[in-house]
T-cell receptor, first 112, second 113 residues
Framework: DQQVKQNSPSLSVQEGRISILNCDYTNSMFDYFLWYKKYPAEGPTFLISISSIKDKNEDGRFTVFLNKSAKHLSLHIVPSQPGDSAVYFCAAKTDSWGKLQFGAGTQVVVTP | ETGVTQSPTHLIKTRGQQVTLRCSSQSGHNTVSWYQQALGQGSQFIFQYYREEENGRGNFPPRFSGLQFPNYSSELNVNALELDDSALYLC????????????FGSGTRLTVV
């Protein structure tokens, strides 16, 4: 039962443009959401997060938006840079002990 | 400050065999979580260890077992390997069991033939 879904396996965007990655979830008990970035042959690294009590969190070029009524969150990267080419995972948690549920990931390719 | 180290990086095993994967947690972290990432799927939580005790388990059969040592490093053991166990196994350490600030290792790619 996949509670966190990333329906776009890949995204190609031109350098300088906006990348928008989407994530949907089914469990209304999720209280914290995170985005991880993964380069080949490396482990995922934390990128940005948002609590369920907020609808937006911004960190430099990265902004995460949360729409609780739609059970949807998105990650915006503006402007996109070649170094942003990676797989991005959306994750969510309900438990106080930090177990994460991950989406399948979206491969982002930023072209010159 | 060292990160999370996993060994081996790649492994090929035969169906029915047993395997042990190892993980050294980041300095100062006392909690280790293990995830299985099958090709094209999200990472599935296997279990978490906090101060040498299992602190939660996902939907995996008992042939998946683990250990955490006094230095907070950890092992994942899988008995009676099946073809579907082929996956990337990720270890993540965190400051404490309630922390979501995971540091992931680069994973062990297990292939069962």
């Amino acid at each position: 039962d996949q509670q966190v879904k990333q329906n776009s396996p890949s995204l190609s965007v031109q350098e300088g443009r906006i990348s928008i990655l989407n994530c949907d979830y089914t469990n209304s008990m999720f209280d914290y959401f995170l985005w991880y970035k993964k380069y080949p042959a490396e482990g995922p690294t934390f990128l940005i997060s948002i609590s369920s009590i907020k609808d937006k969190n911004e960190d430099g070029r990265f902004t995460v938006f949360l729409n609780k009524s739609a059970k949807h969150l998105s990650l915006h990267i503006v402007p996109s840079q070649p170094g942003d080419s990676a797989v991005y995972f959306c994750a969510a948690k309900t438990d106080s002990w930090g177990k994460l549920q991950f989406g399948a990931g979206t491969q982002v390719v930023v072209t010159p | 400050e060292t990160g999370v180290t996993q060994s081996p990086t790649h492994l090929i095993k035969t169906r029915g065999q047993q395997v042990t994967l190892r993980c050294s947690s980041q300095s100062g972290h006392n909690t280790v979580s293990w995830y299985q990432q099958a090709l094209g799927q999200g990472s599935q939580f296997i279990f978490q260890y906090y101060r040498e005790e299992e602190n939660g388990r996902g939907n995996f059969p008992p042939r998946f077992s683990g250990l955490q040592f006094p230095n907070y490093s950890s092992e994942l053991n899988v008995n009676a390997l099946e073809l579907d166990d082929s996956a990337l196994y990720l270890c993540a350490s965190s400051l404490s069991r309630g922390s979501y600030g995971y540091t992931f290792g680069s994973g062990t790619r297990l292939t069962v033939v």
